[in-house]
């Protein structure tokens, strides 16, 4: 029998932010289909935790640098589910470099994931979404509206995700709506300390930093909120505004 229940799928939803999303939305009532690339173990603690809040899991592995990953996602979403009424882009690289030490293969490596398998993704997993009348959200970060030189080709490929996520709006409507969260320091990356979380305060105007579940309110806003599409909410603290 089709699914009767809301159905969403986070991309890299095993770590970090995306786990959050992951777990948030199954507390909020969704079975949730967790992709993961090299997070095994901790795709299956997700998927476990996801399951005793009494919603159904779905775990599936994949390198969304491959094109033929996005098609393979859908289907097993389509397989297992029957619907898809949330699409959350979360998986991301996050590589640091100088501009001009950039190559072409790092180049296409950041744009495959962070910019080229979203749009996959979405044109994947069109169909499902129309029937359901869903929504996608892509996450962005500050790097897509400021001119981030040590991380370049990241901020290139989520500003390229910004405006993706507007034509999409425009294609997709009226029955998919397509929105974006932007978030500001919610979880330092890897290797950063307490000197990199001082700064980001002191340059943040709420005076503290975010968390993981400031982004989940905001793709649960933007789910819940029928008549937003094209829109990207900045989860900064007012960060941006300096």
């Not at 409507?173 to 974006?180: F, I, T």
């Amino acid at each position: 029998m089709p699914n009767s229940r809301k159905v969403a799928l986070v991309t890299g939803g095993a770590v970090r932010v995306g786990r959050v999303l992951s777990l948030g939305l199954a507390e909020s009532g969704y079975d949730v289909a967790v992709h993961y690339h090299s997070s095994a173990g901790p795709a299956r603690e997700v998927g476990r935790r996801v399951e005793e809040l009494g919603q159904q899991a779905l775990l599936i592995e994949g390198d969304l640098g491959i094109p033929e990953a996005a098609e393979r996602l859908a289907r097993s979403v389509r397989e297992r589910f029957g619907r898809l009424d949330l699409l959350v882009n979360s998986a991301a690289s996050f590589e640091e470099a100088d501009l001009l030490d950039v190559d072409a293969d790092a180049w296409d490596r950041v744009m495959a994931l962070n910019l080229r398998a979203p749009f996959l993704l979405v044109r994947a997993s069109a169909e499902l979404l129309r029937v359901s009348q869903g929504t996608v959200v892509n996450v962005l970060d500050l790097g897509a509206i400021e001119p981030w030189t040590h991380h370049p080709h990241h901020a290139i490929s989520k500003a390229g995700l910004l405006h993706l996520t507007r034509i999409l709006a425009r294609v997709l409507a009226p029955r998919v709506r397509v929105n974006g969260v932007a978030p500001g320091s919610v979880l330092l990356p890897e290797g950063l300390g307490a000197d990199f979380a001082e700064r980001e305060q002191r340059r943040t105007p709420l005076g503290r930093m975010g968390t993981p579940e400031d982004v989940l309110r905001a793709v649960l806003f933007l789910a819940g909120c029928p008549f937003i599409t094209g829109e990207v909410i900045v989860v900064d603290g007012g960060r941006s505004l300096a």
